[in-house]
């Protein structure tokens, strides 16, 4: 059973910094690829950013580029989250996801890629 757990959320002012962490379980880590979705209030889910298994390639929505970086330890099998620069328009929910099968057609950036979900870490970022 594959599990996904998030934490690193919080409460913080605009212009901070925040990492979230995703904690994988239940199969080999490093073989697979990872995203981060978000939730703002009363929005629907949005990509974040990417990272193929092989930490090669990392793929980030528009408005997170060059604020946000997604890295991976596999040895922890952990993916990261590294936010900074925050804005208030980054207040939601955060999710992991990793897709069921190591050679997944589609996209990165499509929910449908993804397979396995966490329970989300809430971000709130203060004006």
Not at 84 to 102: G, M, Q
């Amino acid at each position: 059973q594959v599990q996904l757990v998030e934490s690193g959320g919080g409460l913080v002012q605009a212009g901070g910094s925040l990492r979230l962490s995703c904690a994988a379980s239940g199969r080999t880590f490093s073989r697979y690829a990872m995203g981060w979705f978000r939730q703002g209030p009363g929005k629907e889910r949005e990509f974040v950013a990417a990272m193929h298994w092989s930490g090669g390639s990392t793929y980030y929505a528009d408005s997170v580029k060059g604020r946000f970086t997604i890295s991976r330890d596999n040895a922890k099998n952990t993916v990261y989250l590294q936010m900074n620069s925050l804005k208030p328009e980054d207040t939601a929910v955060y999710y992991c996801a990793t897709p069921r099968y190591a050679k997944n057609s589609g996209s990165y950036y499509h929910e449908g890629f993804y397979d396995y979900w966490g329970q989300g870490t809430q971000v709130t970022v203060s004006s």
